[in-house]
Structure formats: structure tokens, C-alpha cells
């Protein structure tokens, strides 16, 4: 392991576990980069925010969302 990988690593477990969450989804998505898939991702999320826009859907809040699929799916 080099030297500036020992000090990088190190700087990150100083972090805040939801700063290392992060830094962790950024790395791992860097390494799993499809070009492909990262349009389809960017079309999904442009047709749901013309979605909310229009009023298509209605937006509910996190905890309520949670507790559908909760009840959905019996957790």
C-alpha cells in the first residue's frame, strides 16, 4: 500500500459515518461506471421531476413512505 493511500485511508475514518457513507458510494460507482445505465438513471429522474412539476404525482414525505412498504410488505 503506498504511502499517500495510508494517509488518504486514514483521513477518511476520521469522517463522519455519514461523510464515509458517501465518500464509499462515490468510490464504488467510480469503479462500476456504464455510461449506458448513468443515461438511463439521468432520463428516470428527468421524467419523475416532470412528474412532480406537473402535479402527475404528489410528493409524500420520507417517513410516510417508509411506513407504506412497512405495511406492504409486512416488515
Known sequence: MSA??????????????ADRS?????LISSLDFDAELQAAWEAEADRREVSLATGLVTPIAAQEAMD???????L
Open 4 to 17: 499517500s493511500l495510508v494517509i488518504v485511508e486514514a483521513q477518511a475514518l476520521k469522517l463522519a459515518p
Open 22 to 26: 458517501h465518500l464509499l458510494e462515490r
Open 68 to 74: 407504506r412498504l412497512k405495511l406492504r410488505f409486512a
